[in-house]
């Protein structure tokens, strides 16, 4: 999927799922789980065992309307690859120019991280479609309200700290959408198989984010 249309579901739903297992074997079972909760994002990140292989084969395997994305992707090189591999976004914690680019010269949406308002700024000028802002675990929604004060066209989504009771938060505070890994992706659940229980919470949150404008 083609940059525009990645962008209006991540800001419809609100939510990107960050998926960063150790067995790659459960990945597209968790996909399912979350998509049947209403998840529509799903961030593949490129600390998973053969990441571009599971990218690949979801590209053509994910259930339909599901958004399966590149996580973590540090470089040039890599974001190209991803979105060779069939990855409909690209996420990144840091704002390398050289991966922003790949990205935009391919029409793909693109995520990088940053963290001060400098950073924000300086990323969002490159052409983020949505600028990661990472980590959030110390910052709290009030820093996204200070923020879209006198930045308020430049479209944010924390990630790290976002929590299944918080998220609701951080979107009321001028955020456009959340990531959320462990908090949303259990390990405990993955492990033991409770698909159910993933689609639980997936559902919890999008209904949370439901009704925020």
Known sequence: MKRDGALEIILKT?????????????????????????????????????ALDLIRGLAVSRPLEVLVGAGTVLDAE???????????????????PGMIAACRSCGTFVAPGAFTPGEIVSAWNRGADIVKVFPSTSLGPQYFRDLKGPLPEIRLMPTGGVTLENARAFIEAGASAVGLGMALVDRKAVEAGDWSALTGRARRLVESLRDVR
Not at 78 to 96: H, K, L, W, Y
């Open 14 to 50: 609100k939510v990107i799922a960050v998926i960063r297992l150790p067995d790659p074997s459960r990945v597209l079972r968790v996909i399912e789980a979350l998509a049947e909760g209403g998840v529509r994002a799903l961030e593949i990140t490129m600390t998973v065992p053969g």
């Open 78 to 96: 890599t974001a190209a690859a991803a979105i060779g591999a069939g990855a409909d976004f690209v996420v990144s914690p840091i704002a390398d």
